[in-house]
């Protein structure tokens, strides 16, 4: 069965470092790997995703991943954190579609970060 | 902005009591994804349908149904609510079906309290 594990309730930064969010994924078949992200009161946004090709991956808010099949690990990361970078990240794994079935999203159980000034 | 839509934002119940939640999916999107976030659980799927049809279920209680209408728009129907039904849903929305590659796009939620 697919999953995904966030080893991190949360990950503190101060402002102006370097952040990484931790991801690791168990899957049979292609990794197709996504990162959302959720701030207070809202609903969850997509960052990026990996489905195929290079292995940095490049999304929204400056936000990258980069996807290590040998460490079966898609960690997020950011040269540059801000406050507003403070919100609940979420790793995700599409499951493998099943006959006529799509695939769902299987989530991690999120990692707070928090970007302290 | 996701552009999907859900209805109510928040809603406070009873238990035993019946409640409906509604979500519009992006503009030209067949598939909407519903999934249910609370504390304990985490997010969790509970269904999909795909251009009205009922395509995969995940960890929905039979107290809880869902339909899709022509228009797309999608209806998510929990009954005989208990406390532990207290929860943010989301609905989700992609393209297609099936492809594995499609980003889903989620709507901000309904809150829902069950006193």
């Known amino acids: 069965a697919q999953s995904v594990a966030q080893p991190e309730d949360q990950v503190n930064v101060a402002e102006g470092n370097p952040l990484t969010v931790k991801c690791t994924y168990s899957v049979s078949g292609n990794p197709y790997l996504f990162w959302y992200v959720q701030y207070p009161n809202r609903g969850l946004q997509f960052l990026l995703k990996y489905i195929t090709g290079d292995n940095l991956v490049k999304g929204s808010y400056g936000f990258e991943a980069e996807f290590n099949k040998s460490q079966t690990s898609f960690h997020l990361k950011k040269p540059s954190a801000l406050v507003s970078d403070s919100a609940l990240y979420f790793c995700?794994?599409?499951?493998?579609?099943?006959?006529?079935?799509?695939?769902?999203?299987?989530f991690g159980q999120g990692t707070e970060l928090s970007v302290k000034p | 902005d996701s552009g999907v839509t859900q209805t109510p934002k928040h809603l406070i119940t009873a238990t035993g009591q019946r409640v409906t939640l509604r979500c519009s999916p992006r503009?030209?999107?067949?598939?909407v994804y519903w999934y249910q976030q609370s504390l304990d659980q985490g997010l969790q799927f509970l269904i999909q349908?795909?251009?009205?049809?009922?395509?995969a279920k995940g960890n929905i209680l039979e107290r809880f149904s869902a339909q899709q209408f022509p228009d797309l728009h999608s209806e998510l129907n929990l009954s005989s609510l208990e406390l532990g039904d207290s929860a943010l849903y989301f609905c989700?929305?992609?393209?297609?079906?099936?492809?594995?590659?499609?980003?889903?796009?989620f709507g901000p939620g309904t809150r829902l309290t069950v006193l």
């Open positions: 349908y795909y251009n009205g049809e009922e395509r």
């Open positions: 995700a794994v599409r499951d493998v579609p099943q006959g006529n079935q799509g695939g769902k999203l299987i």
């Open positions: 989700a929305s992609s393209p297609r079906g099936r492809a594995s590659t499609d980003t889903q796009y």
């Open positions: 503009s030209g999107d067949l598939s």
